[in-house]
């Protein structure tokens, strides 16, 4: 049987209804948690499967990067949305780095706060990550 995902209007509770598909318009839905028939249907989120070569295509379209140099806010997002695109862990320093920008600081005042950034980490193989802001 299907599942149908639905919100109180009342209480604001989520919660699934389990009915067949003759069952779903015609069968009365109440809340699970405080009865009322005051609900709506949620609409169910949908995945779409993308290869890494879309991913990244997709972030390199340069009209996504037309203003970012002014715009440390937005640089934060689409650094934070990169980095979640890559799926793989990234250092502490990219989220520091990106909650910074996303705060509003300039990608100079980040770098006098954190002079060292982007330098190699003691015992890390191969050095830190450059993550310096040059032009």
Do not use: W
């Not at 209804?17 to 109440?30: C, D, L, N």
């Not at 997709?58 to 806010?73: I, M, R, V, Y």
């Amino acid at each position: 049987m299907p599942n149908y995902d639905y919100t109180c209007s009342n209480c604001h509770k989520r919660f699934d209804v389990f009915m067949t598909y003759q069952e779903y318009g015609t069968k009365p839905v109440a809340c699970l948690h405080c009865g009322s028939s005051n609900v709506r249907r949620r609409a169910p989120r949908v995945r779409i499967l993308k290869s890494d070569e879309s991913r990244m295509e997709q972030l390199a379209d340069p009209s996504a990067l037309a203003g970012l140099e002014n715009d440390p806010k937005a640089l934060g997002q689409m650094m934070r949305k990169m980095g979640s695109e890559m799926g793989e862990e990234l250092p502490a320093e990219f989220d520091e780095v990106v909650d910074r920008l996303e705060a509003g600081q300039s990608p100079d005042e980040i770098t006098n706060a954190i002079p060292d950034l982007g330098e190699d980490s003691p015992g890390a193989p191969g050095g830190g990550a450059d993550m310096s802001f040059d032009d």
